[in-house]
């Protein structure tokens, strides 16, 4: 029971932080939003687990589009979770024991991102601007949104997560 209790506290305390980091940050452009959810969405996998990550992955995209950032199109917005839950899977499958060297943490690093990134191409770019009744504006703007900044802000977050799990992970496990 205590061991659930405290995944679900750092599961929740993870998920506040997200939200905070989406509000605060919303007017700072996606690269900038992308970059921050995406060191959550890492270090939520990192330092709490797959279970914790997959939660936080889901659930980000929901608040972002409360909130008002991102697209505001009910339809991309489970998209967007497939490919935060994509980013955090590859990168446990990658990283889980924690004890990685240099060139493992890279490759974790790099498939991590490039998954997400071909994941939301594929899906939004791909499929969901082909099948939804999208005007040619809308079509760009979402081309341009989950193309290259995508991988950029995959990149930049999961590889700042990976640099500061390791001390969150000895915070969390203090006594």
């Given at each position: 029971?205590?061991?659930?209790?405290?995944?679900?506290?750092?599961?929740?305390m993870?998920?506040?932080?997200l939200?905070?980091?989406?509000?605060?940050?919303?007017?700072?452009?996606?690269?900038?939003?992308?970059?921050?959810?995406?060191t959550?969405?890492?270090?939520?996998?990192?330092?709490?687990?797959?279970?914790?990550?997959?939660?936080?992955?889901?659930?980000?995209?929901?608040?972002?589009?409360m909130?008002?950032?991102?697209?505001?199109?009910i339809?991309?917005?489970?998209?967007?979770?497939?490919?935060?839950?994509v980013?955090?899977?590859?990168?446990?499958?990658?990283?889980?024991?924690?004890?990685?060297?240099?060139?493992?943490?890279?490759?974790?690093?790099?498939?991590?991102?490039?998954?997400?990134?071909?994941t939301?191409y594929?899906?939004?770019?791909?499929?969901?601007?082909?099948?939804?009744?999208?005007?040619?504006?809308?079509?760009?703007?979402?081309?341009?949104?989950?193309?290259?900044?995508?991988l950029?802000?995959?990149?930049?977050?999961?590889?700042?997560?990976?640099?500061i799990?390791p001390?969150?992970?000895?915070?969390?496990?203090?006594?």
């Open positions: 029971m205590k061991k659930k209790t405290l995944w679900l506290t750092e599961t929740a993870l998920i506040a932080l939200i905070v980091l989406q509000a605060v940050t919303k007017s700072w452009g996606q690269i900038v939003t992308g970059s921050f959810v995406n959550v969405l890492a270090l939520s996998v990192l330092t709490v687990g797959l279970w914790s990550g997959v939660t936080v992955a889901a659930l980000s995209p929901f608040f972002a589009f909130l008002g950032i991102g697209p505001q199109l339809a991309i917005v489970p998209a967007i979770a497939v490919g935060n839950v980013l955090v899977v590859v990168l446990w499958a990658l990283t889980k024991g924690h004890k990685l060297s240099h060139w493992k943490t890279v490759i974790a690093w790099a498939a991590a991102s490039v998954c997400k990134f071909l939301l594929l899906i939004v770019v791909k499929v969901l601007c082909s099948v939804l009744p999208l005007k040619a504006p809308q079509v760009a703007t979402f081309s341009t949104m989950f193309s290259w900044p995508q950029f802000t995959a990149l930049i977050g999961t590889g700042v997560a990976l640099l799990a001390i969150v992970r000895k915070g969390l496990n203090a006594e």
